[in-house]
Every structure is written in structure tokens, then in C-alpha cells.
């Protein structure tokens, strides 16, 4: 097991350390000089080379890549050319509360999508299967935006028993920080929870049509156990697979779900720091993504090793 | 009964959501009357309370000699007070001046005479020295964006505590609006001195309110000062700005009630803020102007010579005529914006003492601008490729304009571009025809000069007549009103004879309010001004 993470950890730092090029070089490669963002309508020639010249911008790609490098590895991101702070201090206020909503909306999306894949399954073909697979849909279908649109003019506006936006963190008021994350909770989860509920329920048919199964059930084991305890630990793997891929539709739903409830998260950071050209904070948002993967990965592989025994032991003989 | 409420609030809810969908557009509605131009609301207000103010945008650092955003004069409107400032009729007012400031006979001397008894937000005096260093810092520090606002600023002298004097390199008319803008922000030396380069982190200056905090791409607070020679009129506790960038998400939350100003609110959204008696509307804007530039000269990039561009239109003046003549303002105004802006042909706001005021707009005329391109030889439909910013609004901007110009001949093919990219094609040279605009300045030199001047950087139709530049010069050295309005007339004539900007409109802004707001003052820079707010009693 040890030599089984120790090669996933490896792999993990070289995929880190491209990621980290392609992440530089492909900001680069944007149209639309941030210069010309900062230095705002009235820019001269002057200050657009005074700009360029106190970011380092004029300087070879490589020189500054090296330099980016360098700052990366002491745990320096530089400073955000928007506000001029530093871009660790952002990333430290900003990813908490993304990682918040984000563990948020997967415990809505496990809640409803796996209780709902099972219940899918158990009953499959009768209203309660239809329900499910229909709510299913809906939620692949309804995009964010809309979707959040709607939550706030139903629960905020109408209703008025939710506020329509805002963050309060958790430490300055735990209830009032929980009441400002339902909204966003539940339209980032929903659509998270339907594809959830569909591999779920696809899984614990595969697992239920087993001969394990039936012969646990020939054995006289109750239903609740069969389905409990062998069905739906089989069909784990498959959920804990899902769980990972999806965590970057999470977040790139999160981008939307921010910019509606206004919470000051990462994918709300993500979108400015494009539209200004913020390259500091672009490339460190875009690699402690990558890193948040990576580590996601990594997690799931050993997990995996965990839960399957066959997983380690096939990666330790080919390796 | 539980279901049928669930579904009649239903009923209500969606309709409003899909209209949120169609931003900014505005929609099949017919053309509203634009509300009352009120621009202060009068009633009594009461001390006490914190406000949650929408900003459309993240301002950029809180520095003034950096700083470039729009919204972030809008937060130093509360908390960075200037020389000058401008009253609801673009008039030029003593702010932390004492008067108006004394121009020498030959232009060069400016002389500017200072309140007393002013203390910054951290105590220390606003005085000569300060406003000095402060000028001095603007003139001289490399990265200044106001190094070309004082550009003919030589020097900046302390006559007596309360005074100061300006030598010019030549007459400057002007100063006394660049005064009034982040040029003419006093900020505090102590804090300057302590804070170095990153004073926007923590700014102090004189205003109502001084800085409390930032959370970067979130929010800005402010709190009433204590310090503020006028604190006795400033009732509100403190002002939370929200960056709330999509117009339809500030609407919702100021209907929510956890808004209690929102800027900007899209114009198919007024006519429901007006008609609900729970907000109140405050009207802004016209400074600023938009249009379509067309490229005719810029080959290779507004800091390069320019030459003729390669296209039908940037070949003939006639076919740029003819585009320009194909148009029609009105309907324009009447189409996507409700009939809610300013439609015009001149950079200067509508109300600007310098336009010539016999100057009337080309009405349009389809079978003129077909002649034209008759007479042009070039075979139609004569393609165009128009940039527009990528948004609903501009996208049905730039329909409109398709629809009228196919009339004429022209095969307008719409290009919808990110808005920093367009930018940098704009400055590059790289584009037939684009639809933007200018922010606008309370000075006409402002509106036309960089922008319509030879090598402007802003001048992205690469426009090079002498007859244009040495008429913004020479009236940005006069301070002779009446010359000063005949230059700019002369300038405006000229560039509207080469067709190369085809301007359209004067935005407005609408500054919705909760219905128990008041005192705030709204003018035509469009900047919510607080010092009088709060809650009305």
C-alpha cells in the first residue's frame, strides 16, 4: 500500500509541475494585454510600459516562468494587479468558503442523489423509479443560472424567508453563514445530485441482479441488509468514482452559483481575474485547482485501493 | 391551499426569472417615458444605520494617483474628498478649496486658496503641505495614471498653510476639472508615509466616511468619520459596497431587500422599479457617450503612423457617410434601450456650455446612403465585420444596426468579442468597425482630445487632421468660454466631415433605492454621493 501511494504521489507532482507550464504559457496566450486593463481609459503609451515594466511583463516568457517558479515553490502567488493584494492573502480568504459551499452542496447531492438512487433501484419500473429518473433530468438539464435565478426570486424575493445573496463567515456567525449558504447549496447540489442519483441507481441494479445477491437473499438475509450492507458497498466504488470526476463540475458550477448568491469564493475570483487579466491570481487559482484534483485523485485511488483490495495488488504487480 | 399559494407565487416567480434570462435587452416592450431626472431626493433623514450600496464592478486598487476604474470613484466619493467637485449642473465647486481657483493673465499661475480646519481621517491637518505631496506624488510617481492629467503642472508651491500655488508649463483650462476628479484627491501624508506604495490597501483622505476594510472581489466598508469638518450632516453609520457585476442579480437583491441602492440597473428593468412605490429611482449620467468607430486610418496600431485602411470603408469617406446616414438614432434608443438614454451625434454631454448649440443631428436618409454607395462603384452588399462587446444588450445593439445598414447596402456581420480582447484589437488596428464608447469627463478636452487627436491612444479609427488637432489645443489653452465652445465646435465639424466616429447616445444611469433612502445626490458623472444619505425619517 505504501509503494502504492508513494508511485501516486510521485505521478501526481510531475502532473502538478506541467500543469504548472501550460497554466503560465496558456494565460499568456490570451487575447487583451492586462496593462490595458489597469491603465483604464485615459492609458498612455507611458503608463501602459510603466504597468507592463512594475508586473514584469515585459521581460521573456521564460525569464518570467522561471521567476513565477521560483516565488510558487516559497508559497508566493505575487500580488492580484487588480487590488494589488497579496494573491496567497486572497486565496486563503476566497477557498475556504468555495471548499464550504462545495462540501455543502455534495452533502445536499449525496443526500438526495444516492438516497434517490437506491430508492430508483429498489423500485425500479414503479412511480417511485419515474420520479426519481425524472428528477434526474430536471436537474442535468436546468442550467445554474437559471436555476439560482429562480431560487431567489421564489425564497428571497417572494417568500422572503432566504436571503437572496451574501456570505457571513462561519466563525463571525454560524447560523446566519448556514442560512446564506442554503440557496447556493441547493442549486449547485442539484444538479450534482441527479447525475449522482442515475450512476447510483444504475450501479445497484448491476450489483442487485448479482448471483451474491441472491444467494444472500436464498440465505435468508433481510432486504434491508442485502441492500444495505452488499448491494450498496459494491456499488460505492462507482459513487466514490463519480464523486471525484464531478468535483470539477462542482467547482466550474460553483463559478455560476457565486456570481448569483454574490459569495466571494473562488469561482467568483476565477471570472474577474479573467475579464481583467489578472495573471497572478488566473495562474494561481487555475494551479491550486489543478493541485485540488490532483489531490482529489489521488484520494480516490486510494480509496479505491481500500475499498477493493484487487485495485492495490494490480497496481503493485504492474508497477 | 398551501399547493394553490405555492403555485400562484410560482406563477410569478418564473415569468420574472426567464425576463431576468433576456438581460439588458429590451425585450418587445414598447418605448417608457424616462423617469423624472431627479437627482436628490430631499426628504429629512435620520441618524443611524448601515446601507448595502450594489457596485457593478470590482474597483481597482483605493489609490487615487493609480487608481483607473469607475467604481472606484465611487467609493472615493465617500471617502476621499477632492479640490473640486461638480454640482448637479456640471458647475466646477470648491470641495476641500475654498474658492475657485485664480488664474494668472497669462494662464500660468494657478493660485488655490484651502479650507481651514480640516483633518484628515486619521487626525492629522489637511493643509498646504499635504495637498502638495499630494500633487507632487500624481505629478512625479511612475506608475501615476494622473502624470498626463497634470501633465502641464510644473510645479507645486506652499504659499502660506492654506495656500498653494501651480506653476504651468503652458495655460491649462483644464485643471480645475482634472481638480475635480482623482487628480484633486488630498490624501493624507502621515498615511502615505506609513502605507508607501500600498496606500490603496488602506487609504485616508478627508470625506464623510473613512475606509474600514476590503475583501477582495467582494465587498469595500466604510464608516462615518468622526474626523469630517462636516460629520454633523452625514447621518448613516456605515456603507457596505457589494460587487454585484450582473445587472440582473442587483435587481433581484434590491427587490429582496438586501440591497438598498443598486447602480446601473438595466433599462428594461426600470419601468418596474418605477412602477413599484417600494423603490425610488434617482436618474445620472450623460457624461459618458457611445458609438461606432470606424477603422480608416489605423493600419497598425494607434502608436503607429497611421495610413488608409484597406477596407471599402476605410477607403472612402462617401461609404462611411452613407453606414452613418443609414442609421437612425432614435429608433435605436427606442428599441434596445426603452427609449431611456440620450440619443445624439456629439461627444459633449447634451447640456455641455460648449456645444454649439445651432448644431443639429443628420436625420436618417436610406435613399441618400444608397446613392452614395451607388457612387462608390463598390459592388454590394459591402461587408462589414462590426466588434461588439459580448452581451445581450450590445448583441441586440448591434442587430439593429445590421438591420438599418443592410437597408443601405451594407452586410454588417457581428463579431461579439470579449471586452478586453475588442480593446486590444481596437488599439491594434485589427477591425472594420466597433462599437464602443468614453466614460466622459465634466471638461470637453476630456471627450475629444486623445480620442479623436492625431496618435491619441484612444484613437482607435487613427483620425489625423490638423484642423481637429489644433483646435482641442488651442482650446485647452484658453479659458475664454466662448472660443473655447467655437474650437471644439470647429473640431467636432471636422471629424463628423471624415465619418470616422458615428456617435449614437448619452448613456443614463438609473440608481435604483429602497423607498426609505434618501438624501443621496446622483449627477451626471453618474457617482452616488452619500455625505447627505440615510434612512428618512
Redesign the interface.
Known amino acids: 500500500m505504501g509503494w502504492f501511494v508513494l508511485r501516486r504521489t510521485g505521478a501526481a507532482l510531475i502532473v502538478a509541475l506541467i500543469a504548472s507550464v501550460l497554466v503560465f504559457f496558456g494565460v499568456r496566450a490570451?487575447?487583451?494585454?492586462p496593462a490595458?486593463?489597469?491603465?483604464?481609459?485615459?492609458?498612455?503609451?507611458?503608463?501602459?510600459a510603466?504597468?507592463r515594466h512594475?508586473y514584469g511583463l515585459d521581460r521573456p516568457l521564460p525569464v518570467q516562468y522561471v521567476d513565477y517558479l521560483r516565488q510558487v515553490l516559497s508559497g508566493d502567488f505575487g500580488r492580484?494587479t487588480?487590488?494589488?493584494?497579496p494573491v496567497s492573502?486572497?486565496l486563503l480568504?476566497?477557498l475556504p468558503i468555495t471548499l464550504e459551499l462545495a462540501l455543502l452542496a455534495m452533502l445536499v447531492a449525496i443526500v438526495i442523489g444516492v438516497g434517490a438512487g437506491i430508492v430508483a433501484a429498489i423500485r425500479r419500473g414503479r412511480a417511485a423509479d419515474y420520479v426519481a429518473t425524472g428528477f434526474g433530468l430536471i436537474g442535468l438539464s436546468v442550467p445554474h443560472?437559471?436555476l439560482g435565478?429562480?431560487a431567489?426570486?421564489?425564497f428571497?424575493?417572494?417568500?422572503?424567508i432566504l436571503?437572496?445573496?451574501?456570505?457571513v463567515p462561519f466563525s463571525e456567525d454560524p447560523g446566519e453563514n448556514l442560512r446564506r449558504m442554503i440557496l447556493p447549496a441547493l442549486v449547485l447540489g442539484t444538479g450534482f445530485a441527479a447525475v449522482l442519483m442515475r450512476q447510483t441507481r444504475s450501479a445497484m441494479l448491476g450489483q442487485l441482479a448479482s448471483d451474491y445477491v441472491r444467494t444472500a437473499r436464498s440465505k435468508g438475509l433481510s432486504g434491508a441488509r442485502v441492500v444495505g450492507v452488499h448491494a450498496l458497498r459494491n456499488s460505492l466504488t462507482t459513487v466514490v468514482t463519480v464523486l471525484g470526476l464531478q468535483l470539477g463540475a462542482l467547482i466550474s458550477g460553483a463559478v455560476v452559483t457565486e456570481?448569483?448568491f454574490?459569495i466571494?469564493g473562488f469561482g467568483?475570483?476565477t471570472i474577474?481575474a479573467v475579464?481583467?487579466?489578472n495573471y497572478p491570481v488566473i495562474q494561481a487559482v487555475v494551479l491550486v485547482t489543478v493541485i485540488g484534483y490532483i489531490v482529489v485523485n489521488l484520494l480516490v485511488d486510494v480509496t479505491y485501493g481500500l475499498l477493493n483490495p484487487r485495485v492495490r495488488l494490480s497496481g503493485a504487480r504492474h508497477g | 391551499m398551501r399547493t394553490r399559494k405555492f403555485i400562484a407565487v410560482l406563477a410569478m416567480t418564473v415569468p420574472i426569472a426567464l425576463a431576468g434570462c433576456s438581460s439588458g435587452s429590451g425585450g418587445a416592450s414598447p418605448s417608457i417615458a424616462p423617469p423624472a431626472g431627479a437627482t436628490f431626493d430631499a426628504r429629512p433623514v435620520k441618524a443611524g444605520g448601515t446601507i448595502n450600496v450594489a457596485l457593478s464592478q470590482d474597483p481597482d486598487a483605493l489609490d487615487p494617483t493609480t487608481a483607473n476604474t469607475f467604481v472606484g470613484r465611487e467609493v472615493f466619493a465617500s471617502i476621499c474628498e477632492k479640490l473640486y467637485d461638480i454640482d448637479e449642473n456640471l458647475k466646477i465647486v470648491p470641495q476641500l478649496a475654498a474658492a475657485a481657483p485664480e488664474v494668472s493673465a497669462d494662464g500660468k499661475t494657478v493660485t488655490i486658496k484651502l479650507r481651514t480646519g480640516v483633518l484628515f481621517n486619521d487626525g492629522t491637518p489637511m493643509d498646504a503641505t499635504a495637498v502638495k505631496k499630494t500633487l507632487d506624488r500624481n505629478r512625479t510617481k511612475a506608475d501615476s495614471a494622473r502624470r498626463s492629467e497634470l501633465g502641464a503642472v510644473s510645479d507645486v508651491a506652499v504659499v502660506d498653510p492654506s495656500t498653494v500655488r501651480l506653476t504651468l508649463s503652458r495655460p491649462f483650462a483644464p485643471l480645475a476639472a482634472q481638480l475635480a476628479d482623482r487628480a484633486g484627491m488630498i490624501m493624507s501624508p502621515a498615511a502615505l508615509a506609513a502605507e508607501g506604495d500600498n496606500f490603496g490597501a488602506k487609504p485616508v483622505c478627508v470625506g464623510p466616511f473613512s475606509f474600514v476594510s476590503r475583501t477582495s472581489g467582494s465587498e469595500i466598508v466604510v464608516q462615518k468619520s468622526d474626523k469630517y469638518y462636516n460629520k454633523d450632516q452625514v447621518k448613516l453609520d456605515k456603507i457596505v459596497y457589494k460587487i454585484i457585476t450582473d445587472s440582473n442579480v442587483r435587481a433581484a437583491n434590491l427587490r429582496s431587500g438586501d440591497l438598498q441602492v443598486a447602480e446601473r440597473l438595466a433599462t428594461n428593468d426600470v419601468p418596474a422599479f418605477q412602477a413599484d412605490s417600494k423603490f425610488k429611482l434617482l436618474v445620472g449620467g450623460g457624461l459618458s457617450y457611445q458609438g461606432i468607430t470606424l477603422n480608416a486610418f489605423n493600419v497598425a496600431g494607434t502608436d503607429k503612423a497611421p495610413g488608409t485602411v484597406n477596407t471599402p470603408l476605410g477607403k472612402s469617406v462617401q461609404l462611411r457617410e452613407a453606414f452613418e446616414l443609414s442609421l437612425d438614432r432614435d429608433t435605436i434608443n427606442k428599441v434596445v434601450f426603452n427609449g431611456l438614454y440620450e440619443a445624439d451625434c456629439n461627444p459633449l454631454p447634451m447640456n455641455s456650455p460648449y456645444r454649439d448649440p445651432a448644431a443639429t443631428c443628420t436625420k436618417r436618409d436610406v435613399a441618400k446612403a444608397k446613392q452614395l454607395v451607388a457612387a462608390s462603384g463598390v459592388p454590394t452588399p459591402i461587408p462589414v465585420t462590426l466588434l461588439i462587446t459580448a452581451a445581450p444588450v450590445n448583441q441586440r445593439l448591434g442587430e439593429v444596426v445590421q438591420g438599418m445598414a443592410k437597408e443601405a447596402g451594407f452586410d454588417v456581420k457581428l463579431q461579439p468579442t470579449e471586452f478586453v480582447t475588442s480593446l486590444d484589437q481596437a488599439k491594434s488596428g485589427k477591425f472594420d468597425a466597433i462599437q464602443v464608447g468614453w466614460s466622459g469627463r465634466v471638461d470637453p478636452d476630456g471627450n475629444v482630445n486623445d480620442l479623436i487627436t492625431t496618435g491619441g491612444s484612444n484613437n482607435y479609427s487613427g483620425l489625423h487632421d490638423p484642423r481637429i488637432d489644433d483646435a482641442i489645443h488651442q482650446a485647452a489653452a484658453t479659458t475664454d468660454d466662448t472660443k473655447r465652445r467655437e474650437l471644439y465646435t470647429t473640431a467636432i465639424k471636422a471629424q463628423q466631415e471624415q465619418h470616422c466616429v458615428i456617435y449614437l447616445y448619452h448613456e443614463r444611469y438609473f440608481l435604483g433605492t429602497a423607498g426609505d433612502i434618501a438624501g443621496i445626490r446622483y449627477y451626471a458623472d453618474g457617482i452616488p454621493r452619500f455625505a447627505t444619505a440615510g434612512f428618512a425619517a
Open positions: 490570451l487575447p487583451g494585454d490595458v486593463v489597469l491603465a483604464g481609459e485615459g492609458a498612455t503609451p507611458e503608463l501602459l510603466q504597468i512594475q492580484s487588480q487590488d494589488r493584494l492573502q486572497i480568504e476566497r443560472f437559471w435565478l429562480l431567489v426570486l421564489f428571497a424575493v417572494q417568500l422572503k436571503p437572496a445573496s451574501g456570505y456570481q448569483i454574490v466571494p467568483k475570483l474577474d475579464l481583467t487579466r
